[in-house]
């Protein structure tokens, strides 16, 4: 879900995590989910409830593929990365598509339609190549298929 920041409701969402050993990536996952992606405003509140550095916050940020600085387009595609898919095609046919959209990893299109991001196993390894446009897992995708699946929403 992606929705207007709003400071009292993220410090709500930070308290429920608050009890918990070592909360700080529940809370990140928390506010991803609440507001789409993770604002400066999002790193402060989380730096500042938790004693620590934005720049500790902002290390954990960036070192987990799953979490967005940037809000998402409407539609987020995940192309599996991981050894199964990679085996299965998958990078060629991932690089086909970028190439098609003129995207990058982690980019959206300029329409704000699709973003497309990289994820390390969906779980379907014996079904690779796999893909999941938003929420919803895609098994055996040749290079046509993962474009088709990326052509429903853009």
């Given at each position: 879900?992606?929705?207007?920041?709003?400071t009292?409701?993220?410090a709500?969402?930070?308290?429920?995590?608050?009890?918990?050993e070592?909360?700080?990536?529940p809370?990140?996952?928390?506010?991803?989910?609440e507001?789409?992606?993770?604002?400066?405003?999002?790193?402060?509140?989380?730096?500042?409830t938790?004693?620590v550095?934005?720049?500790e916050?902002?290390?954990v940020?960036?070192?987990?593929?799953?979490?967005?600085?940037e809000?998402?387009g409407?539609?987020?595609?995940?192309?599996?990365?991981?050894?199964?898919c990679q085996?299965?095609?998958s990078?060629?046919?991932?690089?086909?598509?970028?190439?098609t959209?003129?995207?990058?990893?982690?980019?959206?299109?300029?329409?704000?339609?699709?973003t497309v991001?990289?994820?390390?196993?969906?779980?379907?390894?014996a079904?690779a190549p796999?893909?999941?446009l938003?929420?919803?897992?895609?098994?055996?995708l040749?290079a046509?298929?993962?474009q088709?699946?990326?052509g429903?929403?853009?």
């Amino acid at each position: 879900m992606t929705t207007q920041w709003d400071t009292s409701r993220a410090a709500g969402i930070i308290s429920k995590y608050l009890p918990l050993e070592g909360p700080m990536l529940p809370i990140l996952h928390a506010l991803q989910e609440e507001f789409g992606f993770l604002s400066d405003e999002a790193i402060r509140l989380v730096a500042q409830t938790l004693n620590v550095s934005r720049a500790e916050v902002y290390g954990v940020v960036s070192f987990y593929h799953d979490f967005r600085q940037e809000p998402p387009g409407r539609h987020v595609l995940k192309i599996c990365r991981a050894e199964a898919c990679q085996s299965m095609g998958s990078e060629a046919n991932a690089q086909k598509l970028l190439e098609t959209l003129g995207l990058d990893w982690g980019d959206t299109t300029p329409d704000g339609r699709l973003t497309v991001e990289p994820v390390y196993c969906l779980g379907l390894c014996a079904c690779a190549p796999s893909a999941m446009l938003d929420d919803e897992l895609h098994a055996r995708l040749d290079a046509q298929g993962l474009q088709a699946l990326a052509g429903e929403v853009i």
